[in-house]
């Protein structure tokens, strides 16, 4: 197949959906709003530098006939997007095949805080999105809920997670535990949604407390270097590192040398940092959303607490670091239950079973 994907390059599905579909001989093209590359996959930029994703949303409308005129050369069998309301609606305006597009997560979920007015024009966009689609890939049971609350055509609904290369995250051989601070692990980036400063004031609390700990946080985003300044704030160099963003192929050594991983993120589709974490036999400490209730089973498989709240992920810390039995029982159960719903090769398999016949219908 010749697959055009719209999407940005700087997430984390990005390199997994186009790095598989080359492997396995399809000839790929990425387009992306955002300036990052992906080694070894042939891609096209066409934002702006540097990157804004909430101050330069004009793009989507300014580079439509730059889009379609690329397709167009390309000449795709067929067109993959994820994220509705960029990709997703850009395939549906220009898209000169077949298209497919994926919900990933704050594209389709409502905003709490928003007024009705904001809340039913995103639910029209997203309908918008999906009408011209021949199948909508969910990657979360509450993303489901919020298609069909958009009145996406239940038919066109197919639920899947993206999942995890289990051969690359898994749990590093048992071997006796070496004397060592544990350490805490987060793989999320640096941006609003990710409420990174909650996570540094429940540290500082263990800290406090004279908890002792390291944590490693490994990820990019505009607020990096503000979390780096709240970080000296709160008196916790030399325990906290911001690595930054790493290359992926970091991730799965940084995961095994951890003992918990933690994400107090407000919200989310289906978290391949979850899944990563999960498969590498990390306890999860992650906020209790909807996203993360399907994979973690409390005070069994992980630990959940409200987002936002400090005095209530600081307990969970504390209970994760002092709970070893908790620890194994995770380190058993959390690879299973990803090798059951979350393994990349099968869930990548099932999107070529939606792209094909698609394909098929554009030659």
């Known amino acids: 197949m010749r697959i055009a994907m719209l999407m940005h390059t700087n997430t984390p599905w990005a390199p997994l959906y186009a790095r598989w579909f080359l492997a396995r001989g399809d000839e790929v093209l990425v387009v992306s709003f955002h300036p990052d590359r992906l080694a070894g996959v ?13 101050r330069n949303k ?31 609606l850009m395939a549906a305006a220009v898209a000169p095949a077949p298209i497919v597009v994926a919900a990933m997560g704050g594209d389709v979920l409502d905003h709490p805080d928003h007024p ?23 990657v979360a049971p509450h993303l489901s809920e919020a298609l069909r609350a958009a009145r996406v055509p239940a ?24 004397p060592r601070d544990p350490l805490i692990v987060c793989t999320r ?8 400063p909650t996570l540094l004031e429940a540290l500082a ?15 990019g985003g505009n607020l990096l270097e503000a979390h780096r300044r709240r970080v000296s704030e709160l008196g916790l160099e ?74 209530a992920l600081a307990a969970a810390l504390e209970r994760a670091l002092g709970d070893a039995d908790l620890r194994a029982r995770a380190r058993r159960e959390g690879p299973l239950r990803v090798a059951e719903r979350g393994d990349l090769e099968v869930n990548m398999r099932r999107l070529a079973a939606l792209l094909e016949p698609a394909a098929q219908l554009g030659t």
């Open 205 to 219: 609390a263990l800290a406090k407390r004279g908890r002792a700990f390291r944590a490693s946080f490994a990820g």
């Open 238 to 311: 030399g325990r906290v590192e911001l690595l930054g963003l790493l290359p992926h192929e970091a991730l799965p050594d940084l995961l095994r040398r951890a003992d918990v991983y933690v994400s107090a993120a407000l919200s989310d589709g289906t978290s391949a940092a979850l899944l990563e974490a999960l498969a590498t036999g990390l306890l999860p400490v992650v906020t209790d959303v909807p996203a993360n209730r399907g994979w973690v089973e409390p005070g069994r498989t992980g630990l959940l607490f409200p987002p936002g709240d400090v005095p």
């Open 155 to 178: 038919a066109k609904i197919v639920e899947f997670p993206i999942g995890v290369d289990r051969a690359r995250f898994h749990p590093e051989p048992e071997h006796p535990a070496q």
């Open 189 to 196: 980036n640096h941006m609003p949604v990710y409420d990174i």
């Open 116 to 138: 009705f007015w904001r809340r039913a024009a995103k639910r029209a966009l997203v309908r918008l999105a999906c009408r011209r689609a021949r199948s909508v890939v969910s």
């Open 42 to 54: 042939p891609s096209v930029f066409l934002g702006i530098e540097p990157f804004d994703k909430y």
């Open 58 to 88: 004009h793009v989507y409308g300014t580079r439509l006939p730059r889009v379609r005129r690329l397709l167009r050369e390309f000449a795709p069998d067929v067109v993959f997007a994820p994220y509705l309301l960029s990709n997703g």
